[in-house]
């Protein structure tokens, strides 16, 4: 008899009915498809040492480096692409963003919250490829949530860090290697 009454009330009604509206929308929230963001990091590939030339291209090793990631990456989905302003970065991302039909966004190299802003906003649930440099690449990491690595040796060029940036969940950092192993220091 007391529920009878108590139902009848319009704002015991309203009341649960938004209990019920608010307890699905956080389930949607925190249990529904939320897309991941997957962000393959690579410092760029075996450069010519040139003292005098801030921009050296890469040498027949990171040329070859470079098509490694053609057919490593050919066939992943990659939906974008993004690259520092130099020619060793452009030119160690350039065979993939040919083979995908992609254009290679440019960013600056010391802008790192650029980048992941501009992947947040423009990739988000993509699988972005970015080329950055020794000490860019563990910026980006830690920038996209994924922890603190330590600045790449100046003599490695087969890293690769897989970083998956999910909504309300940790983002994860897969470490790889990949190609002819650099020699170590």
Known sequence: MFLNRLWAKPSVVFLVAAIVVAAL???WCFLGDHPVTTVILVRHAEKNIEPDNPNPALSPAGLERAQTLVHMLGGSGVSAVYATQYTRTQSTVAPLAERLGLKVN???SKNVDELVRQIKTNNAGGIVFAAGHNNSVPAIIAALGGGTFPIIPETEYDNMFIVTVQ???????LKLKYGTPSPRQ
């Not at 909504?167 to 950092?173: E, Q």
């Open 167 to 173: 909504r309300f969940r940790k983002t994860r950092v």
């Open 106 to 108: 440019q960013v600056d």
């Open 25 to 27: 929308t956080a389930t």
